[in-house]
């Protein structure tokens, strides 16, 4: 006993995943076995199935009736080399059947809706295992023996059979060569005209054609079955099924009917017909009846179809890993499925009786492979410009004199509308048409740059990031005036950054702005920064107070830091870590960092319907887009605008390279200029 319990306790010490850690898990015992374990309204047990060999069965007991409910199996195959199996009742699917047992047993959810049966109190074995097996096993050969045993005690009755009917059969003077045949044709001398013929299956099986001719007195004493003639295999014998038995009579040529004891004058009524199962052999309990399909030994369970309201791409993976394959890997009837889904089949039938193939469901979806990406969506060949000359030169002095009246008709909140319009455009949050959707595999922008094939998007955002930053800081230091103008202008930057922040909720754009708030260039304009402290006291404590440390736990991917609805996330830290361009440090506070980026990530691509819809109502709520200011915030124009119409072609890294000379050139010359307003 000590090591039965020891190896029990080894058992139920195995993860919590693998069933046999479970104490209701009572693997090979028989369903009498598990029937008798019953004791009261929701008890259960699990079981391995007898009839299906890999499948599991719940056993419990509902209204003071036993139930057995087997357990869906569902092997997902989403591509080549690759299964997953989930087990499920009827609606919800789980990875492991304990998985399965805990969520039926904890929130007490009936098992079918049809039954109501609720499962609550398990019971548990007190043996291993192996135990269980051998005491089954134990049984059954017990069971065999006594089986054989009864046949070896049938085989004397057989021959006295055997010859008492031989005896009858030499007194009906029958011809001598029916005599020589009768083991083959079975008939009676009325109908000597088959001698000759095959005889068909149906008479062999039938017990009568051995009979002779009986007094009316026997003919009423019916008081068992007819006994078995060994001369034949009846269809009563275990030997012979019952479905080869029904395939063979189907299988007779018309006009060949089979010679019965009731066709001539042996019989005054037709014989009863043979038993399926035979008297002398009783059939073993631990057999399910011939006539029985092994699916009527369980309870009905009805699987529920889930509800796929949108067709995003994880949706019409799971859906179509859900019930793609399901006739292939279950027993149970999914008709109720097809006929809701399927389309009408045209007359003639469905396939097999005049259709070569089955139409296909339209309904269901179907997994299209994306498409990879390979070049950028920032296309300057069918860029056409409003503002910038053809064969423009770089940072034009009369464009940029152009664009500084734009910005001065404009207030910060309208500046920062059409940031957040084109935002949404290029990382494909609003506007996304379903040619789109279809190419991705996704729906928005936020969750393809979340996937492999989503690499070129991140490299367009990140260019763009940049060139929003280098744009805010062209503004700052291309400004020659005095410093209080440069102080104004500064001023007029923190305000943009307040409005992306609060009003378009802009996170990728603010980012960009304090990007260029915080460059070498214009960090080191001293002048400018304590006129803006002195002039614009408000918005200089904004930046130092409220802008920097929230951008601080942005990059730190603190989460609480953002209370209120995004338009565009917070995607830099992102792009940054998927494209290699920022590993971060090996320190406990680097991993954290990390860790809170994935999960930043993560949610935005969960919650990329919710910030589609924000956006959208802030660029529908009486916002008139002025197509100049538009224009000026596409990347393309920014492409132009900086290194003209041939340097916009060259290599993103020679690109940058060569500007942050321009603006170390800019910054140190206004460093050094004299300003008569200090």
């Not at 042996?266 to 029985?292: N, V």
């Not at 915080?518 to 002039?535: D, F, G, H, I, S």
């Not at 506070?589 to 819809?613: D, I, K, P």
Request: charged share 25%; proline share 7%; glycine share 6%.
């Amino acid at each position: 006993m000590d090591s039965l319990k020891k190896e029990l306790e080894e058992e139920l010490k195995l993860s919590t995943d693998d069933i046999r850690s479970h104490a209701w898990y009572h693997g090979h015992i028989s369903r009498e076995g598990a029937e008798a374990l019953l004791q009261r309204d929701g008890d259960f047990l699990i079981r391995d199935s007898r009839t299906s060999p890999g499948d599991y069965v719940l056993t419990c007991q509902w209204r003071n009736e036993p139930m057995h409910f087997k357990i869906i199996r569902v092997v997902l195959r989403p591509k080549k080399g690759y299964s997953r199996e989930l087990f499920q009742f009827e609606q919800d699917q789980f990875d492991n059947i304990p998985a399965l047992v805990r969520f039926h047993v904890g929130g007490r959810r009936p098992v079918s809706e049809a039954s109501g049966a609720i499962i609550f109190h398990p019971i548990t074995r007190t043996v291993p295992l192996r135990v269980i097996s051998e005491q089954q096993a134990a049984r059954e050969r017990k069971s065999s023996f006594c089986w054989s045993k009864q046949d070896q005690q049938a085989r004397p009755e057989r021959s006295k059979r055997l010859s008492f009917n031989a005896g009858q059969m030499d007194s009906l003077h029958m011809n001598s060569n029916l005599l020589r045949n009768k083991e083959k044709s079975g008939s009676h001398p009325g109908n000597l005209e088959n001698l000759g013929r095959r005889p068909s299956l149906q008479s062999a099986q039938s017990d009568s054609n051995l009979r002779t001719v009986t007094s009316p007195s026997c003919q009423s004493e019916d008081s068992g079955p007819t006994p078995i003639s060994p001369v034949f295999r009846t269809g009563s014998e275990p030997m012979l099924s019952p479905r080869m038995a029904r395939h063979a009579q189907a299988s007779l040529p018309e006009g060949g009917a089979a010679l019965r004891g009731s066709d001539g004058q042996l019989h005054s009524r037709a014989p009863p017909k043979p038993q399926r199962i035979s008297t002398l052999f009783p059939r073993s309990p631990l057999t399910p009846r011939p006539e029985e399909d092994p699916a009527s030994l369980y309870d009905e369970l009805v699987p529920r179809a889930p509800p796929t309201p949108s067709r995003r791409h994880v949706d019409q993976l799971r859906a179509e890993e859900k019930w793609q394959s399901r006739l292939r890997v279950t027993e149970t009837s999914f008709g109720f499925l097809e006929s809701g889904l399927a389309p009408t089949l045209p007359e003639g039938g469905p396939a097999g009786e005049g259709n070569a193939e089955a139409p296909e469901e339209e309904g269901e979806p179907h997994f299209v492979r994306p498409q990879l990406e390979t070049s950028s969506c920032f296309r300057l060949d069918h860029f056409h410009s409003l503002l910038l000359p053809d064969n423009n030169r770089p940072l034009e002095p009369a464009v940029l004199l152009e664009l500084k009246q734009l910005f001065a008709r404009s207030n910060a909140r309208t500046t920062a509308l059409h940031v957040l319009s084109v935002d949404c455009q290029v990382a494909r949050i609003t506007g996304v048409t379903e040619e789109q959707k279809r190419l991705m595999g996704v729906s928005s922008g936020l969750e393809l740059i979340t996937l492999p094939h989503g690499c070129q998007l991140r490299k367009d955002l990140l260019e763009r990031h940049h060139l929003l930053a280098l744009g805010v800081a062209v503004d700052i230091l291309g400004c020659t005036g005095t410093v209080g103008q440069r102080a104004a202008v500064l001023h007029k930057v923190v305000q943009l950054a307040e409005e992306l922040r609060n009003t378009a909720h802009d996170l990728y754009a603010f980012s960009a702005v304090m990007k260029a708030l915080e460059m070498p260039q214009v960090v080191r304009l001293e002048k400018t920064w304590r006129a803006l402290r002195r002039n614009y006291t408000d918005s200089a404590v904004s930046f130092e107070k409220t802008l920097k440390p929230f951008m601080k736990s942005l990059n730190e991917g603190d989460g609480a830091a953002v209370s209120e609805p995004i338009s565009v996330p917070h995607l830099l830290p992102l792009l940054k870590l998927m494209e290699g361009e920022d590993p971060g440090e090996h320190t406990g506070q680097g991993c954290q960092v990390l860790f809170n980026t994935l999960q930043s990530a993560r949610a935005a691509a969960l919650n990329a319907a919710q910030h589609e819809a924000h956006a959208h109502s802030l660029l529908t709520a009486g916002w008139e887009p002025i197509p100049e200011l538009l224009e000026v915030f596409r990347t393309e124009f920014a492409l132009r605008l900086f290194w003209g119409q041939s340097g916009a072609r060259a290599e993103r890294q020679e690109r940058y390279k060569k500007f942050e000379a321009i603006l170390n050139v800019l910054s140190d010359k206004l460093e050094s200029s004299h300003d008569s307003d200090l």
